[in-house]
């Protein structure tokens, strides 16, 4: 608790994927086109609009304790993703019409990760349109 009484929590460490074109950006994007969007982090989405699209990113657990890993983004549009990673043995699909379709929230989370536990995740669109990713919580 605060001095004020509130419930705090752990900070997490906020990666934002903004911009197709910037190779240093966290993950990497295949297809997908930077939109401004009021309210985003970094106030753009790269959206991934083109079945085959696909976001992936490698993750380096950046040592310490434990940490979730959470992938935030919009639950609007028809869009239906598939997600895939070897090093943590998950294959499966997410589909918009799961999400409430607001401009911020949970789409995907795995966790708790472990020092050591570094894998790599892919999110590819098989279908529809209207997905994108605002940020990685580690």
Same mark, same amino acid.
């Given at each position: 608790?605060?001095? +004020?009484?509130?419930?705090?929590?752990?900070?997490?460490?906020?990666?934002?994927?903004?911009?197709?074109?910037?190779?240093?950006?966290?993950?990497? !994007?295949?297809?997908?086109?930077?939109?401004? /969007?009021?309210?985003?982090?970094? #106030? %753009?989405? /790269?959206?991934?609009?083109?079945?085959?699209?696909?976001?992936?990113? +490698?993750?380096?657990?950046?040592?310490?304790?434990? $940490?979730? !890993?959470? /992938?935030?983004?919009?639950?609007?549009?028809?869009?239906?993703?598939?997600?895939?990673?070897?090093?943590?043995?998950?294959?499966?699909?997410?589909?918009?019409?799961? !999400?409430?379709?607001?401009? $911020? +929230?949970?789409?995907?989370?795995?966790?708790?990760?472990? #020092?050591?536990?570094?894998?790599?995740?892919?999110?590819?669109?098989?279908?529809? %349109?209207?997905?994108?990713?605002?940020?990685?919580?580690?």
């Amino acid at each position: 608790m605060d001095k +004020q009484g509130n419930a705090t929590t752990k900070s997490r460490m906020v990666l934002v994927p903004t911009d197709v074109a910037d190779p240093g950006g966290p993950g990497t !994007f295949t297809g997908g086109a930077t939109t401004p /969007v009021v309210g985003a982090y970094g #106030e %753009s989405l /790269v959206a991934l609009d083109d079945a085959t699209d696909a976001y992936q990113l +490698q993750y380096t657990h950046p040592g310490g304790s434990c $940490r979730e !890993f959470d /992938v935030i983004g919009p639950g609007t549009g028809d869009w239906v993703v598939h997600a895939e990673s070897a090093e943590l043995h998950m294959s499966g699909s997410l589909e918009a019409v799961s !999400f409430d379709p607001a401009q $911020r +929230q949970t789409l995907f989370q795995w966790g708790p990760i472990c #020092e050591g536990e570094d894998f790599t995740i892919t999110f590819t669109v098989m279908s529809g %349109s209207g997905f994108a990713i605002d940020a990685v919580l580690i």
